[in-house]
């Protein structure tokens, strides 16, 4: 075993070149178009009821702008031509067009609700799925928070838009061109009022885009530091009310309350504008159709044949509400698009992140034994970092030897262990497990023949039993009470009222950390790893349960590697071989007699824990 220092060097990265208006709207259109090809293919089963949506939505329009000219018919060819036959035929007219547009305006609804609601599940899964693939670097590049906000907040955001989108985004197009259509072709002077209205209600619907879809980008990143603000005040409940801190934490999460609150105010006074506007638009076509209207009719004497009649001044002002309110369902959707734009980048974002931790085209599947080698090892947690976690560090580790690992906080420890599993991957040089780089493994099977137990690990709601199921699901009663015995658990679990049974709460809240530790070494012990890392996970326990949990390694396992990480130098002096970390790489090595001959640093930890050790005494 070797260790070297080696300086870390950096290349100055070249700076990007600014680009053109013309450039940025082209790259823009770009992403947009790749994050609504990402988020739709997340509709799989549901395409069916996304195309019969708008398809029943097209004909319920289509119907309820023919029903204006029928009823125009209605009046003039019927009431005041005077003729039930025309009054018959056109009422049952109205009739047939009001049911079937009723029908399919129930029937839009319905598939509109399956499709969008089986959109946001797909995306949930999807993004769920996801993340369960990333890697610890992926993972610390999304926020817990954010991770969540984008779980919830943003695929219901998506989930309302799409619902209003494959409805009323399509309706609202058929009913104002064809609307338009047929108010061209009763009076075409008329029907220019429409055309007017268009470029004013344009302007103003591109110019709230602009204004408002940066604010609520700052929304939903405020929304994901609230969700971190509430998880860590959660995770770590205990300690606020121990150091009676909750004025203080209620203080943290109202500031960021109130900094949500500012953007939506903002961003909700800027689209208050869109109602007025559309309003506006309204009345003065309303006004300017009433005023040609009657003159037309006026002039012509009310005769269809010199101009405008009664009928088709009816028709023409409810084509004209028709294409007004039309509009405003567009500045609906147009508000909701807005809202809904930036949690399609944030899905996007995550849907499309590509983990730093692959297996290869063609993985091995067999891990032949524990040994391990690191090879002049350099790591580093982001490329930005100046310098490395990890520093030129080259070691070898027989097949079933036990290794300790001792140092001071920050002597990254923990990073050097969790390169072995691939929870990150080296950044230079090459570690290999069981003779091959740990790169041609399959993920499942490298991790399957690693098993790690954290100072912090989980436990998850639900039985003991199926606790300890997560390290073999397959395991029989009889395996789950074995090594329950190695790991000093199954003492405490037969004190419980329901033995193996016990329900253990979310996150282990209901049993001692000392407790958790065992049954998490336990689960680990159930995998039959040819690899068993322990990173300072009997710091709970005292040293007598200490001592049985590593005889009942010694001699249970003896083929498995066991890594040892500890503070107390007691856990470790029985090592094969210690190794002595500080600032990323290894400063001594050597069994307990040997380092306390050579390594001062080892002999200030193994001479500051006895001392106090007999002051205790």
Known sequence: MTATTRTATTTPKPQPQPQSPAQEQVEGHKQQSHTISTLLRSLREYRKESLLAPTFVAVESVLEIIIPTVMALLIDK???????????????????????????????????????????????HDLFDTVQSFSFTNIDHFSTGSIITRLTTDVTNLQNAYQMLIRLGVRAPIMVIISWVFAFRISPSISMVFVATIPVLGIGLFALTVIVH????????TYDELNNVVDENLQGIRVVKSFNREEHEVGKFSAISKRIYRYFVKAEKTMSFNMPLMQLCMYVSMIAIAWLGANQIVASGNNSANGLSTGDLTALVTYAMQILMSMMMLSMIFVMVIISRASAERIQAILTEVSTVSAPDHPLTTVADGSVDFSDVGFRYADSSENPVLDSISLHIESGTTIGIVGGTGSSKSSLVQLIPRLYDVTSGS??????????????????????????NVLFSGTIKENLRWGNPDASDAELVHACRLAQADEFITEFPDGYDTYIEQGGSNVSGGQRQRLCIARALLKHPKILILDDSTSAVDTKTDQLIREAFSSEIPDTTKIIIAQRIASVQESDDIIVMQEGRILDHGNHE????????YREIYESQTRNSGDDK
């Not at 604010?215 to 990143?221: G, I, Q, R, S, T």
């Open 214 to 221: 940066p604010v609520f980008e700052k929304v939903f990143h």
């Open 431 to 456: 570690l290999r497990v069981g003779g091959h780089d740990v790169r041609e493994y399959d993920l499942e099977v490298l991790r399957d023949q690693v098993a790690m137990v954290l100072q912090k």
């Open 594 to 601: 040997e380092l306390l001959r050579t390594s001062e640093e």
């Open 78 to 124: 019927g009431i005041s031509g005077r003729s039930m036959p025309n009054i018959w035929r056109f009422g049952l007219m109205l009739i047939a067009c009001s049911a079937v547009s009723l029908s399919c305006g129930f029937l839009a609804g319905r598939y509109a609700a399956i499709a969008s609601s089986g959109l946001a599940k797909n995306l949930r």
